[in-house]
């Protein structure tokens, strides 16, 4: 949960803001359950954040609001729920590895000793010994002993094996619930988390080492038209369509996100405003060329337009910054006609 509306909930508002969800809900014909009583939270408690934008874009539509829209917009909006249930399931399973291994040690030190033991009396038996019969006896006694020790030896043995399989096996499950958390659930690409974290990992390299870094925003054109003519789910389909082409043009060290709704952002590290300029059109161009039709009805859906702007980290700029002039550029593109793309670098030396 954010800190906004996790602030929201330990403050004198918690319960306003508990009965507007409870009725917002009802007001729609959804039922109050936990996951959905959460993400009315979220979008009463924090209306500018990503979910509440994803939520307003569906409501908006006249979506019937299913478990499993909930479930889905929980899955790409919510995930430090699920990992850390993932998180705390990998702790138990570790625990009980660790045990187990530190059982099999305490045994194989247990009969470490019990061996040293066995040596130091058949030294002294082997002392007095002096009839063939006791010398066999002491030879018999070592090699029961020296048996033993193996035999605990390599029960160690296996269960550090299949410990080391199992942790590794968890590392690799950790790993992909990590990716998971941070991807977008409809198109593939990073989320809204994984942006901010990529963000602000881009402008540190980029201070550190002196180079440049760009910023681009792009946004559908008219989208929400679009929905209401079509549908969600053809919606969703468009969304999909247009991230596959910014992901392909968006390889590492490339960073592409869905902002947001129909938004979406990529991080340019060490590439320059004018260059990035140049990838944006291409982005624009591929998009606007190909005619898409609907899925179901093989309808034809017309032309799927992108807006989007740009903006270079100036040396010491924070992400916030940054984000902000791009949007500005962005908003320059909506305001002087749509469908082009415009470099906050112009913007900036015409003010």
Not at 76 to 96: F, H, Q, T, W
Not at 118 to 134: F, K, M, W
Not at 330 to 335: F, I
């Amino acid at each position: 949960m954010s800190t906004q509306v996790q602030t929201t909930l330990h403050g004198p508002e918690a319960f306003t803001l508990a009965r507007r969800a409870l009725g917002e809900m009802e007001s729609v014909g959804v039922w109050p359950t936990p996951l959905n009583f959460e993400l009315w939270l979220h979008w009463l408690g924090e209306p500018e954040g990503a979910l509440s934008l994803e939520m307003s874009r569906v409501l908006g539509n006249g979506t019937v609001f299913t478990e499993a829209i909930a479930e889905k917009i929980a899955a790409e909006y919510l995930p430090r729920g699920r990992l850390s249930e993932e998180i705390r399931d990998a702790g138990a399973v570790l625990n009980r590895e660790l045990s187990t291994v530190s059982e099999a040690i305490a045994q194989a030190q247990k009969s470490q000793a019990a061996y040293g033991e066995t040596l130091a009396g058949a030294s002294v038996h082997l002392e007095g010994a002096a009839e063939p019969t006791a010398l066999l006896d002491v030879v018999s006694n070592l090699t029961r002993a020296t048996t033993e020790v193996q035999f605990e030896n390599a029960t160690l043995e296996r269960r550090l094996e299949t410990s080391t399989q199992e942790i590794a096996r968890l590392r690799d499950h950790l790993e992909q619930v990590r990716r998971d958390a941070m991807t977008d659930a409809l198109t593939n690409l990073a989320n809204r988390k994984a942006f901010d974290e990529g963000l602000l990992k881009a402008c540190d390299e980029a201070e550190k080492n002196r180079q440049p870094m760009t910023l681009a925003v792009l946004d559908i054109d008219h989208f929400k038209r679009f929905n209401d003519t079509w549908g969600h789910q053809t919606g969703d389909q468009v969304l999909r369509y247009v991230a596959s082409v910014i992901g392909s043009i968006s390889k590492a060290p490339r960073t592409a996100a869905r902002y947001g709704g129909e938004e979406f952002a990529i991080i340019f590290p060490s590439e320059n405003a004018s260059a990035v300029e140049k990838v944006l059109n291409e982005i624009r161009e591929e998009i606007g060329t190909r005619a898409l039709r609907r899925r179901s009805t093989n309808d034809e859906l017309g032309a799927v337009t992108i807006s989007a702007g740009l903006a270079q980290r100036r040396p010491g700029e924070t992400g916030s910054s940054l984000l902000d002039r791009a949007d500005q550029a962005l908003y320059a593109s909506k305001r002087t006609g749509r469908n082009k793309v415009t470099n906050g670098e112009r913007l900036n030396e015409a003010a």
